[in-house]
């Protein structure tokens, strides 16, 4: 079974821009998560979204937003970007809301200029 | 919510040698995860281990949940162990995890 993929990897972008990451869960799974990742800030919990509807909202502002499809894949949107959004945003699948597993991807590093 | 404090945060140790890895939860967690992230950035997992003890090869796991924390146990220690180690969890009815700082093992040859 294929694990989780985030497309792209690697994204350079200037401060004001916006910018669009996109994840797709294993195979069955239909929660994904989302979490950003940097050096003063540890890890932090984005939003989760299941069954298209977004479920739990982690403490970002308005800017940080996502979606997801009937197909489970997820995609999240940062617009009017700061320099401080530069990160690693990770992804994460599990098969259900609550009290399992979930598997992350190999995440997208963003760098904003 | 919860807080997770794991220790130590740094931890050098020589090819062969043992070692623990320890996270404390302020609150009760469910959902406890252990993980591992490569030098690309990707968490790989170790356990998911809400309570009792795991083993898988040279690591174990065990956590007791009345007391709040979870200990990572690393034998024989190789080179390839050498990264940053994560554990997290949920608490409530919060369906995100928590995670610590983490603790940035180096394993020399």
């Known amino acids: 079974k294929a694990g989780v993929t985030q497309t792209p990897r690697y994204l350079i972008k200037t401060r004001g821009q916006q910018v669009t990451l996109s994840c797709s869960p294993i195979?069955?799974?239909?929660?994904v998560s989302w979490y950003q990742q940097t050096p003063g800030q540890g890890l932090q919990f984005l939003f989760e979204?299941?069954?298209?509807?977004?479920?739990n909202k982690g403490n970002f502002p308005g800017r940080f937003s996502g979606r997801q499809f009937s197909n489970s894949r997820s995609e999240m949107n940062v617009s009017t970007l700061e320099l401080g959004d530069s990160a690693l945003y990770l992804c994460?699948?599990?098969?259900?809301?609550?009290?399992?597993?979930?598997?992350f991807g190999p995440g997208t590093r963003l760098l904003v200029l | 919510g919860i807080q997770v404090e794991q220790s130590p945060p740094d931890l050098i140790l020589q090819e062969g040698a043992n070692s623990t890895l320890r996270c404390n939860f302020s609150?009760?967690?469910?959902?406890l995860q252990w993980f591992h992230q490569n030098p690309w950035g990707q968490l790989i997992n170790l356990f998911y281990?809400?309570?009792g003890t795991k083993q898988n090869g040279r690591l174990s796991a065990t956590t007791v949940a009345t007391e709040r924390y979870s200990l990572l146990y690393i034998s024989s220690s190789q080179t390839t162990d050498s990264g940053v180690y994560f554990c997290a969890g949920e608490s409530g009815s919060a369906r995100q995890l928590t995670f610590g700082s983490g603790t940035q093992l180096t394993v020399l040859p």
């Open positions: 979204y299941f069954s298209e509807t977004q479920r």
């Open positions: 609150d009760s967690v469910n959902n």
């Open positions: 195979s069955g799974h239909r929660s």
């Open positions: 994460a699948s599990s098969y259900a809301l609550g009290g399992e597993t979930q598997y």
């Open positions: 281990i809400p309570s």
